[in-house]
Protein backbone atom coordinates (compact mmCIF):
# COMPACT_ATOMS: atom_id res chain seq x y z
CA UNK A 1 0.00 0.00 0.00
CA UNK A 2 1.42 3.50 -1.04
CA UNK A 3 2.42 5.85 1.62
CA UNK A 4 -0.16 8.95 1.23
CA UNK A 5 1.48 10.93 3.99
CA UNK A 6 2.53 14.47 3.50
CA UNK A 7 6.41 14.53 3.27
CA UNK A 8 5.64 18.38 4.87
CA UNK A 9 3.77 16.42 7.80
CA UNK A 10 7.17 14.23 8.70
CA UNK A 11 8.97 17.45 9.43
CA UNK A 12 9.79 19.65 12.11
CA UNK A 13 8.13 23.10 12.55
CA UNK A 14 11.18 24.62 12.91
CA UNK A 15 12.68 23.09 9.52
CA UNK A 16 9.09 23.92 8.03
CA UNK A 17 8.95 27.57 8.93
CA UNK A 18 12.47 27.67 7.25
CA UNK A 19 11.26 26.50 3.90
CA UNK A 20 8.38 29.23 4.03
CA UNK A 21 11.14 32.11 5.07
CA UNK A 22 13.29 30.85 2.22
CA UNK A 23 10.34 31.07 -0.26
CA UNK A 24 9.85 34.90 0.02
CA UNK A 25 12.47 36.57 -1.71
CA UNK A 26 11.80 39.61 -0.12
CA UNK A 27 13.06 38.70 3.11
CA UNK A 28 15.93 36.23 1.67
CA UNK A 29 16.92 39.43 0.03
CA UNK A 30 17.25 41.49 3.56
CA UNK A 31 18.82 38.18 5.44
CA UNK A 32 21.69 39.01 3.09
CA UNK A 33 22.09 43.00 3.65
CA UNK A 34 22.07 42.17 7.26
CA UNK A 35 24.70 39.61 6.63
CA UNK A 36 27.36 41.22 4.39
CA UNK A 37 26.91 44.12 7.29
CA UNK A 38 27.35 41.47 10.35
CA UNK A 39 30.62 41.15 7.89
CA UNK A 40 31.61 44.33 7.78
CA UNK A 41 31.86 45.13 11.21
CA UNK A 42 33.33 41.80 12.06
CA UNK A 43 36.00 42.44 9.69
CA UNK A 44 35.99 46.37 10.21
CA UNK A 45 39.46 47.95 9.87
CA UNK A 46 40.88 44.28 7.77
CA UNK A 47 38.47 46.19 5.09
CA UNK A 48 38.71 49.80 5.62
CA UNK A 49 40.80 52.10 3.60
CA UNK A 50 41.67 53.83 6.36
CA UNK A 51 42.18 51.28 9.60
CA UNK A 52 43.54 53.54 12.02
CA UNK A 53 41.09 53.86 15.29
CA UNK A 54 37.72 55.40 14.51
CA UNK A 55 39.00 55.86 10.57
CA UNK A 56 39.80 59.27 12.10
CA UNK A 57 42.87 59.64 10.04
CA UNK A 58 42.50 63.99 8.62
CA UNK A 59 44.13 65.47 6.27
CA UNK A 60 42.86 69.13 6.36
CA UNK A 61 43.87 69.74 3.01
CA UNK A 62 41.91 67.42 1.67
CA UNK A 63 38.22 69.14 3.07
CA UNK A 64 34.79 67.52 1.19
CA UNK A 65 36.71 66.07 -2.10
CA UNK A 66 34.44 64.73 -4.62
CA UNK A 67 33.92 60.88 -4.80
CA UNK A 68 36.89 58.95 -6.83
CA UNK A 69 39.09 61.54 -5.68
CA UNK A 70 43.02 60.90 -6.21
CA UNK A 71 45.98 62.50 -4.92
CA UNK A 72 49.86 61.55 -4.24
CA UNK A 73 50.95 61.62 -0.63
CA UNK A 74 54.89 61.02 0.83
CA UNK A 75 54.57 59.26 4.08
CA UNK A 76 57.27 60.02 6.47
CA UNK A 77 58.22 57.70 8.92
CA UNK A 78 56.99 58.66 12.86
CA UNK A 79 60.50 59.04 15.22
CA UNK A 80 58.91 56.84 17.35
CA UNK A 81 58.76 53.17 19.15
CA UNK A 82 57.37 50.82 16.62
CA UNK A 83 53.40 49.68 17.53
CA UNK A 84 53.25 46.28 17.59
CA UNK A 85 49.38 45.09 17.20
CA UNK A 86 48.05 41.87 17.15
CA UNK A 87 44.86 40.99 14.44
CA UNK A 88 42.80 40.67 17.29
CA UNK A 89 43.66 44.24 18.38
CA UNK A 90 43.24 45.50 15.21
CA UNK A 91 40.14 43.83 14.76
CA UNK A 92 38.44 45.33 17.39
CA UNK A 93 40.38 49.03 17.63
CA UNK A 94 41.94 49.66 14.72
CA UNK A 95 45.56 50.32 13.87
CA UNK A 96 47.77 53.52 14.29
CA UNK A 97 49.80 54.10 11.22
CA UNK A 98 53.27 54.09 12.12
CA UNK A 99 53.93 57.15 9.36
CA UNK A 100 52.16 60.24 8.26
CA UNK A 101 51.02 60.99 5.11
CA UNK A 102 51.27 64.75 3.27
CA UNK A 103 49.81 65.54 0.22
CA UNK A 104 51.90 66.50 -2.95
CA UNK A 105 51.67 67.68 -6.03
CA UNK A 106 55.05 67.28 -7.08
CA UNK A 107 58.62 66.10 -5.67
CA UNK A 108 62.19 65.71 -6.47
CA UNK A 109 65.68 65.13 -4.57
CA UNK A 110 68.71 67.47 -3.68
CA UNK A 111 71.17 66.20 -1.93
CA UNK A 112 70.42 63.85 0.91
CA UNK A 113 66.77 65.52 0.98
CA UNK A 114 63.42 65.27 -0.70
CA UNK A 115 61.57 68.44 -1.38
CA UNK A 116 57.95 68.29 -2.28
CA UNK A 117 55.36 70.70 -2.69
CA UNK A 118 52.22 70.22 -0.65
CA UNK A 119 48.72 69.87 -1.92
CA UNK A 120 46.91 73.13 -1.31
CA UNK A 121 43.79 72.40 -3.29
CA UNK A 122 44.65 75.23 -5.61
CA UNK A 123 46.87 74.93 -9.21
CA UNK A 124 50.74 72.92 -9.13
CA UNK A 125 53.05 75.37 -8.16
CA UNK A 126 50.68 77.10 -5.63
CA UNK A 127 51.31 74.82 -3.13
CA UNK A 128 54.23 75.46 -0.22
CA UNK A 129 57.38 73.38 -0.78
CA UNK A 130 58.77 71.57 2.46
CA UNK A 131 62.07 69.90 2.98
CA UNK A 132 62.58 66.60 4.27
CA UNK A 133 65.67 64.32 4.98
CA UNK A 134 66.09 61.24 3.57
CA UNK A 135 66.80 59.08 5.95
CA UNK A 136 63.80 60.18 8.21
CA UNK A 137 61.04 59.52 5.73
CA UNK A 138 62.26 55.80 5.77
CA UNK A 139 63.55 55.32 9.41
CA UNK A 140 61.97 56.49 12.92
CA UNK A 141 65.21 57.68 13.47
CA UNK A 142 66.41 58.63 17.22
CA UNK A 143 67.68 62.07 16.73
CA UNK A 144 69.59 62.24 20.58
CA UNK A 145 72.43 59.70 18.62
CA UNK A 146 74.66 61.11 16.23
CA UNK A 147 73.61 61.35 12.95
CA UNK A 148 76.04 62.31 10.58
CA UNK A 149 77.39 61.70 6.85
CA UNK A 150 80.27 59.87 6.11
CA UNK A 151 83.35 60.40 3.81
CA UNK A 152 82.23 57.76 1.24
CA UNK A 153 78.86 59.11 1.05
CA UNK A 154 76.92 57.20 3.21
CA UNK A 155 74.57 57.82 6.06
CA UNK A 156 75.06 56.66 9.48
CA UNK A 157 72.11 56.85 12.22
CA UNK A 158 70.35 54.56 15.10
CA UNK A 159 66.49 54.01 15.05
CA UNK A 160 64.53 54.26 17.85
CA UNK A 161 65.91 50.54 18.80
CA UNK A 162 69.39 51.34 18.61
CA UNK A 163 70.14 49.61 15.71
CA UNK A 164 73.10 51.39 13.89
CA UNK A 165 71.64 51.81 9.94
CA UNK A 166 73.73 52.84 7.33
CA UNK A 167 72.85 53.87 3.74
CA UNK A 168 73.40 55.10 0.89
CA UNK A 169 71.29 58.28 -0.63
CA UNK A 170 70.93 56.19 -3.56
CA UNK A 171 69.17 53.15 -1.70
CA UNK A 172 67.03 56.16 0.28
CA UNK A 173 66.07 57.22 -2.86
CA UNK A 174 65.34 54.31 -4.35
CA UNK A 175 63.17 53.02 -0.97
CA UNK A 176 61.54 56.46 -1.01
CA UNK A 177 60.53 56.01 -4.99
CA UNK A 178 59.13 52.47 -4.19
CA UNK A 179 57.12 52.34 -0.70
CA UNK A 180 56.35 56.09 0.27
CA UNK A 181 55.40 57.42 -2.77
CA UNK A 182 51.92 56.17 -2.95
CA UNK A 183 48.63 57.35 -4.48
CA UNK A 184 45.57 57.32 -2.86
CA UNK A 185 41.99 57.50 -4.07
CA UNK A 186 38.98 58.18 -2.23
CA UNK A 187 36.30 56.08 -3.73
CA UNK A 188 33.78 58.33 -2.14
CA UNK A 189 35.52 61.30 -1.18
CA UNK A 190 36.52 63.04 1.86
CA UNK A 191 33.83 64.67 4.87
CA UNK A 192 34.56 68.04 6.32
CA UNK A 193 37.75 66.97 8.28
CA UNK A 194 39.61 65.55 5.12
CA UNK A 195 38.58 62.20 6.51
CA UNK A 196 37.87 59.06 3.50
CA UNK A 197 34.04 58.96 3.72
CA UNK A 198 33.94 55.33 2.91
CA UNK A 199 35.49 54.22 6.01
CA UNK A 200 33.75 56.23 8.18
CA UNK A 201 30.83 54.34 6.63
CA UNK A 202 32.32 51.46 7.42
CA UNK A 203 33.33 51.99 10.47
CA UNK A 204 29.74 52.97 11.64
CA UNK A 205 28.01 49.90 10.53
CA UNK A 206 29.80 48.20 13.51
CA UNK A 207 28.23 51.06 15.83
CA UNK A 208 25.14 50.80 14.17
CA UNK A 209 24.98 46.89 14.47
CA UNK A 210 26.60 47.07 17.84
CA UNK A 211 23.60 49.05 19.37
CA UNK A 212 21.36 47.19 17.97
CA UNK A 213 22.21 44.02 18.78
CA UNK A 214 23.05 44.88 23.48
CA UNK A 215 20.04 46.57 22.99
CA UNK A 216 17.71 43.97 21.85
CA UNK A 217 19.22 41.79 24.00
CA UNK A 218 19.12 43.82 27.10
CA UNK A 219 15.34 44.38 26.24
CA UNK A 220 14.56 40.83 25.98
CA UNK A 221 16.23 40.01 29.32
CA UNK A 222 14.08 42.16 31.02
CA UNK A 223 11.15 42.15 29.02
CA UNK A 224 11.33 37.78 29.16
CA UNK A 225 11.92 37.97 32.66
CA UNK A 226 9.19 40.62 33.87
CA UNK A 227 6.31 39.13 31.17
CA UNK A 228 7.07 35.11 32.33
CA UNK A 229 6.95 36.23 35.62
CA UNK A 230 3.72 38.45 35.19
CA UNK A 231 2.01 35.70 33.29
CA UNK A 232 2.80 32.75 35.02
CA UNK A 233 2.09 34.06 38.92
CA UNK A 234 -0.70 36.48 37.91
CA UNK A 235 -2.22 38.20 41.12
CA UNK A 236 -1.01 41.06 42.57
CA UNK A 237 2.74 40.36 41.13
CA UNK A 238 0.94 40.62 37.55
CA UNK A 239 -0.57 43.28 38.87
CA UNK A 240 2.36 45.25 40.04
CA UNK A 241 4.39 44.19 36.70
CA UNK A 242 1.60 45.37 34.67
CA UNK A 243 1.57 48.43 36.26
CA UNK A 244 4.71 48.86 36.05
CA UNK A 245 4.48 48.31 32.19
CA UNK A 246 2.17 51.00 31.55
CA UNK A 247 4.14 53.68 33.19
CA UNK A 248 6.91 52.98 31.11
CA UNK A 249 5.31 52.88 28.00
CA UNK A 250 2.92 55.92 28.34
CA UNK A 251 6.60 57.76 28.00
CA UNK A 252 7.36 58.86 24.73
CA UNK A 253 9.98 56.48 23.74
CA UNK A 254 12.64 59.17 22.32
CA UNK A 255 12.04 61.10 25.52
CA UNK A 256 12.78 58.40 27.37
CA UNK A 257 16.01 57.56 25.68
CA UNK A 258 17.58 60.92 26.01
CA UNK A 259 16.31 61.13 29.89
CA UNK A 260 18.35 57.96 30.34
CA UNK A 261 21.18 58.80 28.68
CA UNK A 262 21.52 62.42 30.58
CA UNK A 263 20.97 60.01 33.63
CA UNK A 264 23.85 58.18 32.71
CA UNK A 265 25.83 60.22 30.49
CA UNK A 266 27.20 60.47 27.03
CA UNK A 267 28.89 57.53 25.45
CA UNK A 268 28.72 54.60 23.44
CA UNK A 269 28.30 52.16 26.41
CA UNK A 270 25.42 54.16 27.63
CA UNK A 271 23.80 54.54 24.47
CA UNK A 272 23.09 50.86 24.85
CA UNK A 273 21.41 50.95 27.92
CA UNK A 274 19.64 54.15 27.37
CA UNK A 275 17.90 52.26 24.52
CA UNK A 276 18.14 48.61 25.80
CA UNK A 277 16.00 50.21 28.95
CA UNK A 278 12.97 51.98 26.57
CA UNK A 279 12.19 48.88 24.34
CA UNK A 280 11.23 46.05 27.07
CA UNK A 281 7.66 46.55 27.50
CA UNK A 282 6.86 44.88 24.09
CA UNK A 283 8.07 41.97 24.59
CA UNK A 284 7.07 42.08 28.42
CA UNK A 285 3.85 42.29 27.17
CA UNK A 286 3.80 39.57 23.91
CA UNK A 287 5.46 37.38 26.62
CA UNK A 288 2.85 38.03 29.41
CA UNK A 289 -0.05 37.40 26.32
CA UNK A 290 1.40 34.36 25.55
CA UNK A 291 2.08 32.58 28.95
CA UNK A 292 -1.76 33.46 30.30
CA UNK A 293 -2.80 31.86 27.41
CA UNK A 294 -0.38 28.57 27.73
CA UNK A 295 -0.31 28.46 31.48
CA UNK A 296 -3.60 26.30 31.91
CA UNK A 297 -3.18 23.75 29.00
CA UNK A 298 -2.41 20.34 29.08
CA UNK A 299 1.34 20.22 29.13
CA UNK A 300 1.30 22.69 31.87
CA UNK A 301 -0.83 20.74 34.19
CA UNK A 302 0.81 17.79 33.68
CA UNK A 303 4.78 19.24 34.51
CA UNK A 304 3.03 20.25 37.74
CA UNK A 305 1.75 16.82 38.46
CA UNK A 306 5.07 15.63 37.77
CA UNK A 307 6.54 17.76 40.60
CA UNK A 308 8.48 20.17 38.11
CA UNK A 309 9.26 23.69 39.70
CA UNK A 310 7.93 27.13 38.57
CA UNK A 311 11.31 27.45 37.23
CA UNK A 312 11.36 24.45 35.39
CA UNK A 313 7.91 24.74 33.97
CA UNK A 314 8.77 28.51 33.17
CA UNK A 315 12.08 28.15 31.19
CA UNK A 316 11.68 24.67 29.76
CA UNK A 317 8.24 24.18 29.00
CA UNK A 318 6.07 27.56 28.47
CA UNK A 319 9.05 30.08 27.42
CA UNK A 320 10.05 27.86 24.29
CA UNK A 321 6.56 28.14 23.30
CA UNK A 322 6.30 31.57 22.86
CA UNK A 323 9.36 32.47 21.14
CA UNK A 324 8.25 32.62 17.31
CA UNK A 325 6.22 36.14 18.74
CA UNK A 326 9.17 37.56 20.65
CA UNK A 327 11.73 36.78 17.64
CA UNK A 328 9.78 38.82 15.36
CA UNK A 329 9.07 41.77 18.00
CA UNK A 330 13.03 41.65 18.44
CA UNK A 331 13.75 42.09 14.47
CA UNK A 332 11.34 44.98 14.89
CA UNK A 333 12.76 46.44 18.21
CA UNK A 334 16.51 45.99 16.24
CA UNK A 335 15.33 48.61 13.54
CA UNK A 336 14.26 50.60 16.38
CA UNK A 337 17.64 50.54 18.05
CA UNK A 338 19.33 51.58 14.76
CA UNK A 339 16.96 54.42 14.36
CA UNK A 340 17.27 55.69 17.84
CA UNK A 341 20.84 55.47 18.16
CA UNK A 342 21.11 57.44 14.69
CA UNK A 343 18.69 60.18 16.22
CA UNK A 344 20.71 60.55 19.19
CA UNK A 345 23.82 60.84 17.39
CA UNK A 346 22.49 63.67 15.20
CA UNK A 347 21.37 65.30 18.47
CA UNK A 348 24.67 65.02 19.95
CA UNK A 349 24.08 63.03 22.91
CA UNK A 350 24.87 59.42 21.38
CA UNK A 351 28.22 57.82 20.82
CA UNK A 352 30.53 60.79 20.94
CA UNK A 353 33.58 61.93 18.46
CA UNK A 354 35.79 61.29 16.74
CA UNK A 355 33.84 57.51 16.74
CA UNK A 356 31.93 57.25 13.61
CA UNK A 357 27.91 57.05 13.64
CA UNK A 358 25.82 57.28 10.39
CA UNK A 359 23.56 59.80 13.02
CA UNK A 360 26.62 62.06 13.43
CA UNK A 361 27.85 61.78 10.14
CA UNK A 362 24.33 63.59 9.12
CA UNK A 363 24.57 66.08 11.97
CA UNK A 364 28.27 67.10 10.80
CA UNK A 365 27.53 67.47 7.45
CA UNK A 366 23.49 68.26 6.88
CA UNK A 367 24.59 72.12 5.83
CA UNK A 368 26.01 70.58 2.66
CA UNK A 369 22.61 69.42 1.56
CA UNK A 370 22.20 73.00 -0.07
CA UNK A 371 25.28 73.26 -1.73
CA UNK A 372 27.35 70.81 -4.11
CA UNK A 373 28.40 68.33 -1.61
CA UNK A 374 24.68 66.54 -0.57
CA UNK A 375 26.07 63.26 -0.65
CA UNK A 376 27.99 64.01 2.22
CA UNK A 377 24.47 63.90 4.61
CA UNK A 378 22.70 61.22 2.00
CA UNK A 379 25.06 58.77 1.83
CA UNK A 380 24.89 57.90 5.36
CA UNK A 381 20.90 58.34 5.53
CA UNK A 382 20.77 55.86 3.07
CA UNK A 383 22.95 53.66 5.33
CA UNK A 384 20.44 53.91 7.90
CA UNK A 385 17.66 53.26 5.19
CA UNK A 386 19.26 50.26 3.99
CA UNK A 387 19.46 48.83 7.45
CA UNK A 388 16.24 49.41 8.99
CA UNK A 389 14.71 48.60 5.66
CA UNK A 390 16.73 44.69 6.37
CA UNK A 391 15.27 44.13 9.63
CA UNK A 392 12.19 45.10 8.67
CA UNK A 393 11.49 42.80 5.75
CA UNK A 394 13.00 39.90 7.88
CA UNK A 395 10.81 40.39 10.71
CA UNK A 396 8.00 40.15 8.32
CA UNK A 397 9.50 37.47 6.77
CA UNK A 398 9.53 36.21 10.30
CA UNK A 399 6.09 36.73 10.99
CA UNK A 400 4.65 34.81 8.05
CA UNK A 401 7.06 31.99 8.51
CA UNK A 402 6.25 31.43 11.90
CA UNK A 403 2.76 31.98 11.30
CA UNK A 404 0.62 28.55 12.37
CA UNK A 405 -2.53 29.35 10.06
CA UNK A 406 0.54 29.87 6.97
CA UNK A 407 1.82 26.48 8.34
CA UNK A 408 -1.67 24.80 7.88
CA UNK A 409 -2.25 26.32 4.48
CA UNK A 410 1.26 25.35 3.40
CA UNK A 411 1.16 21.98 4.37
CA UNK A 412 -2.50 21.61 3.12
CA UNK A 413 -1.46 22.67 -0.03
Given at each position: ?ANTKSPNKSKSLSHQAWQ?????????????????????AILGPLIQPDSTPSANEM??????????????????????????????????????????????????????????????????????????????????????????????????????????????????ITEIEMNHIVTRKYWLGT???????????????????????????????????????????????????????????????????????????????????????????????????????????????????????????????????????????????????????????????????????????????????????????????????????????????????????????????
Open positions: MRFKRNNIAVVGSVIILISIMVALQLTTKKPGFTVNTLKVTKNQDEISVNIFSKLAFGEPRPYREIPIYDYWFEGENIVVESYTGLEINNGIEARYNLADVVYSINFNNLFKRTADGYLEFYDFEGNKIRKSVDELDRFGRDLLSRLLAGTRVSLSVGFISVIISLLLGVLLGALAGFFRGWVDDLILWFIQVVWSIPTLLLVIAITFALGKGFWQIFIAVGLSMWPDIARIVRGQILSMREMEFVEASRALGFSNFRIITRHILPNTMGPVIVVSAANFATAILLEAGLSFLGIGAQPPMPTWGGMIKDHYGYIIVDAAYLAILPGFAIMIMVLAFVLVGNGLRDALDSRSAQISSSA
